[in-house]
């Protein structure tokens, strides 16, 4: 009996072409968007979850309270080891310091050629790292690895970069900066998981003591280091953070601050490590990280999605169910009972989405590289494979079976044998309303998906083409490596100079779009009006290259010696600190005494997902780590080439890095592009998915109406009358999903918005311009079916049985 089961579903497979291609192929792609989703979903959730000790390793944060809270994943370089000895339930501190500036290393073999680069990506870390995260060596002795003084263990990546397939074991990379040799003493397999914690090459903690100002090391307020704790395997975060008050009074009374201040300014938290990926947004985080309300969003699009394909299957087996009505009157005349008919039909469902999962596969591996250009990651077919992610697979594939395949199996099983044996189709059942109630759900997820597609994109628009109150165009950053080049600007600036399309190259301390430091600003003699403030150094070129406008006072002037600093305030600076003539006032930073010289307009030196701070310019080329170049013409690759040679010329040791302006800051909007990239073709999928089922069930009303059709011409009915006939229900049906569908989505989208602090706003044309696209799809699937349906010869019509 089962073997003939199987028999006639493929015969019904076969018959049916049309109907079973448009179910498969429309279960195939929802379940293909599904997995790649659910994967990416599950990659971002793993992050961190490999390390074995995860549960108990904590990052210590910390909060400033004041006008404006700041929060800081950076803190005291002590301030770990401190809390250590007052709280006993912390077993264990790590600490990493970022190198600043970025490291230039070079390799130069006895007899070969010398290879230099510059790494981003790596830490001073303290030798507790290795236990406590579990580094897996490959090469050294873990044990003393990071204990060593002038020590790098490098990642195999890394490793093969500088030395290839040779030992790399007691070899001497050199830090060019600052001329120290660093002896490779460990190498580490790079991670088999996602972590925030991203480096190529930890430095001992011990070299840096070695170097470093003992004062900055002894610091209770720089936020230099990271800190993390690993507690004892019976403590708990709770316990921990409940006695970190009373520390915090002792760790910061040594300041001098009274311990009134210190509870109502200071907050101490313990964040557990696997958070960190999707909810932590601090001050000077290790890396960017992501947030989980793109988690959210990606997890609503995957369910969407797989509901749209599950309705598609469901719509098309109960129109697909009507011509086999003479099929299931002769079986309940022969003795089938229902249970029988349904599971008859139910397995046909089964091997229906058994088709569509294989084929799901088969899409799956094909659109990984795309999928990983698309959103960055790093996704592999072979992960699908595990056991959790098989189990998931089968579990999705049978709940979708069972969901789409019950309820067309219940309403088959249900038919009346004398009407079924009758073949009497009727176009009015309680079927049709959950029918026309699925193809409202449908288009209503499409609905939301493209409205959502178009507003990220006029997001993505704005931040592009918003003002940012400078000139970003034309102008490259050229970063200051080494003594050398800092020694040499002045050369550098006039040797640049000499070709005539560069206009201008000034010197800055920090990109616009990079975290830019913070510290207090006194006016003299007034410290109760003090402001916390951003800071950047600069020469007098800074403004004229960046075009930012003055709005009072005057610019830097060129100085041989500084007698004194010169800042330059923006004007919510001057907002902040309630200056009614800000020029000529004295103020103090960092122990020195200054002189307010000119206000600039605001200008947007951080991304627009943040208002305008305070920001304070002063007059220090001295601290620069950046030419900006200002470029005219279209020769942009030959210009940068001169500056190349040039730098090379005058500085020969010094890496030459550079970036455009305009690149840089539009890489602030990394995630958010990727997203709306990522929502646009999910957006499609899911209205092609839909019109898949559109097509066949106007195919199959096309076909309940035939002769209907053919009486109507023969009485003289045109072409686009039947045209208008067969499509009006449908077009009704997708205007009811597009209202339904339009508030949802404008809530939605303006609770995404709220998280700008420049947005657009959502307008009536966004909502048209959706009405219409969906109206168009749908126009356009199903009057394909009702053109043919209408074109037919009548007297063909109305010989169909």
């Not at 809270?69 to 006993?88: D, N």
């Not at 390799?107 to 680069?117: I, N, R, V």
């Not at 938290?269 to 990606?298: A, C, G």
């Not at 006029?458 to 083409?465: E, I, T, Y």
Request: net charge positive; hydrophobic share 45%; glycine share 6%.
């Amino acid at each position: 009996m089962i073997r003939n089961y199987f028999k006639i579903a493929w015969r019904n497979l076969l018959r049916y072409r049309l109907n079973s291609t448009l179910t498969i192929a429309g279960l195939a792609l929802g379940l293909a968007c599904g997995l790649l989703i659910i994967l990416h979903v599950r990659e971002e959730l793993r992050y961190d979850k490999g390390f074995a000790k995860a549960d108990r390793i904590y990052r210590i944060n910390s909060e400033n309270i004041g006008e404006k809270t700041r929060r800081w994943a950076a803190t005291s370089p002590i301030l770990g080891i401190e809390m250590k000895r007052e709280i006993p339930a912390i077993q264990t501190v790590i600490r990493f310091h970022r190198p600043y500036p970025d490291r230039v290393f070079s390799y130069a073999p006895s007899g070969g050629e010398s290879k230099q680069f510059e790494e981003k990506t790596g830490f001073y870390a303290d030798s507790t790292v290795v236990d406590v995260f579990d580094l897996p060596f490959v090469k050294g002795d873990s044990r003393t690895a990071l204990k060593q003084q002038d020590a790098i263990v490098l990642t195999e990546t890394m490793a093969k970069k500088y030395f290839g397939d040779a030992e790399p074991l007691g070899k001497i990379i050199q830090d060019d900066l600052d001329k120290r040799p660093l002896t490779v003493t460990g190498v580490i397999r790079d991670f088999g998981f996602p972590t925030h914690l991203k480096f190529d090459y930890l430095i001992s903690m011990s070299t840096y003591y070695k170097y470093a100002d003992k004062g900055s090391l002894e610091s209770r307020t720089w936020s230099g280091f990271y800190n993390y704790v690993l507690l004892n395997a019976n403590a708990s975060r709770p316990a921990v953070e409940s006695k970190i008050p009373v520390f915090m009074v002792k760790f910061y009374e040594v300041n001098g601050e009274n311990r009134k201040d210190i509870l109502t300014t200071r907050k101490t938290l313990l964040q557990p490590i696997t958070d960190i990926h999707l909810h932590s947004k601090l001050e000077k985080e290790m890396s960017p990280n992501s947030d989980i309300l793109y988690v959210y969003v990606f997890s609503v699009a995957a369910l969407f999605i797989l509901l749209v394909a599950s309705v598609n299957f469901i719509n098309m087996a109960t129109a697909q169910a009507f011509n086999r009505m003479k099929e299931v009157g002769v079986r309940k005349v022969l003795g089938a009972r229902k249970g029988q008919l349904v599971n008859q039909f139910l397995g046909e469902s089964f091997l229906l989405t058994l088709g569509g999962a294989l084929l799901a596969l088969l899409l799956f591996w094909q659109a990984i590289p795309f999928y990983n250009d698309l959103t960055a990651k790093e996704l592999r077919f072979g992960q699908l494979f595990t056991v959790s992610n098989v189990v998931i697979m089968f579990g999705l594939a049978g709940l979708i079976s069972l969901i789409a395949g019950l309820y067309p199996a219940w309403f088959i099983s249900n038919f009346e044998p004398v009407t079924s044996l009758k073949g009497k189709k009727s176009t009015v059942s309680s079927v049709t309303l959950v029918r026309k109630g699925l193809i409202v759900f449908q288009f209503a997820v499409s609905v939301f998906m493209i409205f959502s597609t178009i507003v990220v994109y006029r997001q993505m628009q704005f931040f592009q083409n918003k003002k940012l109150g400078f000139d970003q165009e034309q102008v490259v950053a050229v970063k200051l490596y080494g003594q050398s080049m800092h020694e040499k600007a002045n050369t550098i600036q006039s040797e640049l100079l000499q070709n005539s399309a560069i206009t201008d190259v000034a010197r800055i301390s920090v990109l616009p779009g990079d975290r830019f430091s913070t510290d207090m600003l006194i006016p003299v003699g007034k410290a109760d009006d003090a402001s916390q403030m951003r800071f950047m150094w600069a020469d007098e070129h800074m403004l004229p290259v960046l075009k930012i406008g003055l709005k009072t006072g005057r610019n830097f002037v060129q100085r041989n010696v500084r007698s004194h600093f010169a800042y330059i305030l923006n004007e919510a600076a001057v907002k902040a600190l309630k200056l009614q003539s800000p020029i000529g006032q004295k103020m103090v930073s960092l122990g020195d005494t200054g002189e307010i010289v000119g206000v600039v307009n605001d200008f947007h030196f951080a991304s627009l997902h943040s208002a305008v701070e305070p920001l304070v310019i002063v007059q220090h080329p001295g601290q620069a780590n950046y030419f900006l170049l200002k470029i005219k013409g279209k020769n942009l690759p030959e210009t940068v080439q001169f500056a190349r040679n040039t730098l090379a010329r005058v500085s020969p040791e010094s890496l030459f890095s550079y970036t455009f302006l305009d690149e840089k800051l539009a890489r602030l909007y990394d995630s958010e592009q990727r997203v709306g990239n990522v929502l646009k073709v999910f957006a499609v999928f899911a209205i092609f998915i839909s019109c898949l089922g559109l097509f066949g069930l106007s195919a199959y009303a096309a076909q309940l109406r035939t002769k209907e059709v053919g009486i109507r011409k023969v009485l003289g009915a045109t072409v686009s009358g039947v045209v208008v006939l067969l499509s009006k229900d449908f077009l009704r049906l997708v205007l009811m999903a597009t209202l339904l569908a339009s508030p949802l989505a404008g809530w939605a989208m303006s609770r995404w918005l709220e998280g700008f602090a420049y947005a657009i706003d959502l307008e009536w044309w966004m909502f048209a311009l959706t009405a219409f696209l969906a109206v168009f799809v749908a126009v356009l699937t199903i009057s394909f079916q009702s053109i043919k349906a209408a074109l037919m010869n009548p007297v063909k019509s109305l010989k169909s049985e």
